[in-house]
């Protein structure tokens, strides 16, 4: 049930709201629908929004060429030639095997990423669109003084109070509410004139009920106060370079030694920083504290001590860089508990690549009891329109995301259109990860379609589910690793398949084969031929993180995100050095070659919804991907390096 307090202004919002939808003020062609989404079983209506509340108004248009830049996205990868000339001085490259001197593997084009001017020129919209669309705003008293563009102005951005929008729209917007407090302005259906079905794929916020919600669990509030005992024997070992898996790692206390060694990074230093560069998302007013992640790295990563005064900030859309103590509700609510995680796993590994850390304000909260709305407006898309307007030169080439929501909670446009956003980035050469979720198939008791009919289903993760992203799943335990599972708090590492996206080309050879091998278990609760994911897992469970000064024990695909982009902008690291582009978009590459390079893992399942999931099996699989990166079928050569040799998919017998 909502607060008392939010019910209680329902009478007062409706009153105060002063809401009249009229119709536009002039009409080229009559108004149709354009979409109409259920809103959320979990958020409900609780009257009428402000009429002056602001919205800040995104209006993505139709790209002209994008079939063009997803063609290039799929064959223009990095050339494996060099994989093992990049990681490895004592040997030479006229002993590279000639089979590995393209790719897709093997096209002319691969590994020649596009510059931000050439994918502005495949994803703006026609002169007829953008002509057609500005037209209609002025027509509405709009005035071309308050309209913003993207670079390739795919997007158009205007703050409009919500009666204009209304208004423009033929809809009316509404406030709606959790039981948890959270509150969105949102409209379920929206209008356009006819003429303009076929230009504008989508205007957010409408019908959006996205909430990136961190992927982590806290894992504290049910085993207690960790064994300090054990935590201070773990930073004992941080200076240790020579150890063995079995003595660095403690599978209830991960550590980045413990990581780095079980990835076989922690030999490797890195050559390029600078040039070289890791970024991470924070959304939902986190951030990241430097003080946290001092005392971190201090016990840690001495070393990296430094690196906590020295990361920067990319502020977006008003978001936190707040450094003084927690309030007693963010300390009630965690705040910061993932930012923390996020920088401290990252520079654990990849010390001394830079760090930047991109924090974006947006939705929630929206408050309807102090009657002054705050940003209730969709935070990927200020986000996503800030790093592809970013140049070359200052973009992170790994990013790392450990954010999510249910993709149901989104309507197909919004999916598909921040989805070719997350293209657009992969051509220029960044390699995005996302955490693939913590509720395995989904959520228990939640797993049921949002289109009125209450139909069980498995809930696929947004933006997990885009083919256009390298989604990570969770392990847990070493020799084996395990799908990651914790019956204390119902963590569960998430995989499935998508029912908005199709199955991408590159899934084609390998995935059908793991669908068949279910023997029809679960049929009809997932969309066979949707986009499957996780595409690849890393360790996820009981990291050791400093939170407000003390010691917090985490666990969630959102530790494994930030440990996966490590390994990979390691990677990108040893290419720079050699003068070779960045991995960029990974998944053509990594499934078609690199996916021999991995550590199979076949034990557990995402398990959700009632069921044990879908299981991990040899192969990729719905649980795990193609597992950790780790190769165990490189052979004959004696590297330093050998988890990016492998990850790179080098092989000679």
């Given at each position: ?19 009249a939808?009229?119709?536009p003020i ?17 958020w409900?209506?609780v ?23 997803e ?23 006229s ?11 093997s ?13 502005n020129?495949?994803?703006?919209p026609?002169?007829?669109?953008l ?6 705003l ?32 033929d ?42 919600t ?6 504290m ?14 930073a ?30 922690i ?8 040039q ?16 946290d ?11 990296a001590?430094?690196a ?11 978001g ?18 993932e ?14 690549t ?8 947006g ?15 969709e ?15 200052n ?7 450990s ?14 259109k ?29 797993c ?6 209450n139909?069980?289903m ?16 969770a ?27 199709a ?11 793991y669908i ?11 969309n ?13 469970f ?13 666990d969630?695909?959102?530790a ?12 990108n690291?040893?290419?720079?050095a ?10 053509p590459?990594?499934y ?50 050998t988890?990016?040799?492998g ?7």
């Amino acid at each position: 049930m909502l607060s008392t307090i939010a019910h209680s202004l329902v009478l007062t919002l409706a009153v105060g709201a002063g809401i009249a939808v009229g119709s536009p003020i002039k009409v080229r062609t009559p108004y149709v629908l354009k979409e109409s989404h259920p809103v959320p079983t979990k958020w409900s209506r609780v009257g009428p929004a402000p009429a002056d509340h602001l919205i800040n108004l995104s209006i993505g248009l139709k790209s002209s060429q994008f079939d063009e830049l997803e063609r290039h996205l799929y064959e223009g990868m990095l050339p494996i030639s060099f994989a093992h000339f990049c990681i490895s001085n004592s040997y030479e490259f006229s002993d590279v095997d000639p089979q590995w001197t393209v790719s897709s593997p093997s096209h002319h084009r691969y590994g020649q990423h596009l510059s931000q001017d050439e994918v502005n020129e495949l994803v703006k919209p026609t002169d007829d669109a953008l002509d057609l669309v500005s037209e209609w705003l002025i027509d509405n008293g709009v005035t071309s003084g308050q309209l913003q563009y993207s670079p390739a102005k795919d997007w158009i951005m205007v703050t409009l109070p919500v009666n204009e929008v209304e208004r423009l729209l033929d809809t009316e917007y509404s406030v709606y509410g959790t039981k948890e407090g959270s509150y969105l302005v949102r409209t379920p259906e929206w209008s356009l004139p006819k003429h303009l079905h076929d230009h504008i794929d989508v205007i957010q916020p409408t019908n959006s009920f996205f909430s990136p919600t961190p992927l982590h669990s806290n894992v504290m509030p049910y085993k207690g106060s960790p064994d300090m005992a054990t935590v201070a024997a773990m930073a004992q070992l941080s200076t240790s370079t020579d150890l063995t898996v079995a003595q660095a790692c403690n599978v209830t206390a991960v550590t980045p030694t413990c990581l780095r060694t079980l990835y076989r990074t922690i030999n490797y230093t890195p050559q390029m920083p600078g040039q070289n560069r890791i970024g991470l998302n924070d959304f939902l007013g986190e951030t990241n504290n430097r003080s946290d992640v001092h005392i971190f790295l201090e016990m840690f990563r001495k070393e990296a001590a430094a690196a906590s005064s020295e990361f920067i900030f990319e502020v977006v859309n008003d978001g936190s860089t707040q450094q003084t103590p927690d309030n007693a509700t963010q300390l009630m609510d965690g705040t910061d508990l993932e930012g923390n995680l996020d920088a401290e796993t990252i520079i654990g590994i990849t010390y001394p690549t830079p760090l930047t850390c991109f924090t974006t304000g947006g939705s929630p909260p929206f408050k309807p009891d102090l009657l002054t709305p705050t940003d209730t407006n969709e935070p990927y898309l200020a986000w996503l329109n800030f790093v592809l307007a970013m140049t070359s030169n200052n973009l992170p080439q790994t990013i790392s995301t450990s954010y999510g929501d249910d993709e149901q909670t989104v309507p197909p446009s919004f999916a598909a259109k921040v989805c070719s956003g997350f293209a657009q980035l992969g051509a220029r050469g960044v390699t995005l990860l996302f955490a693939s979720g913590d509720n395995g198939v989904g959520a228990t008791g939640d797993c049921l379609s949002n289109d009125g009919k209450n139909t069980r289903m498995f809930l696929p993760s947004f933006p997990a589910s885009c083919p256009y992203v390298t989604t990570v799943g969770a392990t847990k335990d070493i020799n084996p690793e395990v799908t990651a599972f914790d019956a204390s708090n119902n963590f569960s590492s998430g995989g499935g398949f998508s029912n908005y996206f199709a199955r991408p080309s590159y899934q084609d050879p390998i995935v059908p084969s793991y669908i068949a091998s279910l023997g029809g278990e679960y049929n009809g609760l997932y969309n066979q031929s949707g986009r499957g994911y996780p595409d690849i897992a890393a360790q996820g469970f009981r990291f050791l993180t400093i939170w407000n000064g003390t010691i917090a024990v985490l666990d969630g695909t959102s530790a494994a995100t930030p440990t996966a982009a490590s390994v990979i902008s390691l990677v990108n690291d040893a290419l720079i050095a050699v003068g070779k582009p960045t991995l960029g978009f990974l998944n053509p590459m990594l499934y078609s070659l690199l996916y021999e390079s991995f550590n199979d893992i076949t034990s557990g399942s995402s398990i959700g919804c009632n069921t044990a999931g879908f299981p991990a099996k040899a192969g990729w699989d719905a649980a795990t991907g193609f597992g950790t990166p780790v190769s165990s079928v490189v052979v004959g050569i004696d590297v330093t390096f050998t988890d990016l040799h492998g990850l790179l998919g080098f092989h000679k017998d």
